[in-house]
């Protein structure tokens, strides 16, 4: 099955500067990978998400690469603010089939500080 | 459109109790899930809807854990009995479709002593 892994486990960063976190799949089937953010004692809400066909996507400050030959995404939030801090995971899910489910990566918590 | 409810939002029971957990996914999402959430982890699924049928659940504990999705619609997952290692965030989640992205409950946190 597939297999998500996801670094920093910890990302500290000033306001105003940029995050960026990454994950590694390895199941060449999958073919779409979504970032939820989840803040303390909250539901995961979907933030963005990419699909195979395309390597990059943006959305405001948020914007999301995919390398399909390397195995990996990641995730860049630029001018943080102390909003963005929270936990933020990513996924990966092959597109179709009965086995198709959708497998985390671990978590960053990201501390955005004044 | 109204999210996906859970209830209990908390629960705290004795191991070897009994215990069950209720969702309502979102109006029209033929897909839903069940994951579990370890403190510091990233959510693991248990089993997976295509309206009624339960196309996953390879990694639903058979032997204590049931979950049923009756009409296609609201879900109830059950622990029966529960164990200290059951203390987690049991989160539902719905798609329209299973290639559709996943909106989560709000989950209800177990705590077994």
């Known amino acids: 099955g597939e297999n998500v892994e996801q670094h920093p486990s910890t990302l500290s960063v000033q306001e105003g500067d940029s995050a960026v976190i990454k994950c590694t799949y390895s199941?060449?089937?999958?073919?779409?990978f979504p970032w939820y953010k989840q803040e303390l004692g909250k539901r995961p809400q979907l933030i963005i998400d990419?699909?195979?066909?395309?390597g990059e996507k943006k959305d405001q400050r948020i914007a999301v690469t995919l390398n399909k030959t390397a195995k990996h995404f990641s995730l860049h939030i630029t001018e943080t603010q102390p909003e963005d801090s929270a936990v933020y995971f990513c996924a990966a899910r092959p597109f179709t089939g009965t086995a198709s489910k959708l497998t985390f990566g671990t978590g960053t918590r990201l501390q955005v500080t004044l | 459109e109204a999210g996906v409810v859970q209830s209990p939002r908390y629960k705290i029971i004795e191991k070897k109790q009994p215990v069950a957990f209720w969702c309502n996914p979102i109006?029209?999402?033929?897909?839903l899930y069940w994951y579990r959430q370890n403190l510091g982890q990233g959510p693991e699924l248990l089993i997976r809807?295509?309206?009624?049928?339960?196309?996953?659940d390879s990694q639903l504990p058979k032997d204590r854990f049931s979950a049923e999705r009756l009409k296609g619609v609201d879900s109830t997952l059950k622990i029966q009995p529960a164990e200290l290692g059951d203390s987690a965030v049991y989160l539902c989640?719905?798609?329209?479709?299973?290639?559709?992205?996943?909106?989560f409950g709000n989950g209800t946190r177990l705590t077994v002593t």
């Open positions: 989640a719905s798609s329209a479709r299973q290639s559709s992205p996943l909106h």
């Open positions: 109006s029209g999402h033929n897909t």
């Open positions: 199941d060449s089937a999958s073919n779409y």
């Open positions: 990419i699909r195979s066909n395309v």
């Open positions: 809807y295509e309206n009624e049928e339960a196309v996953d």
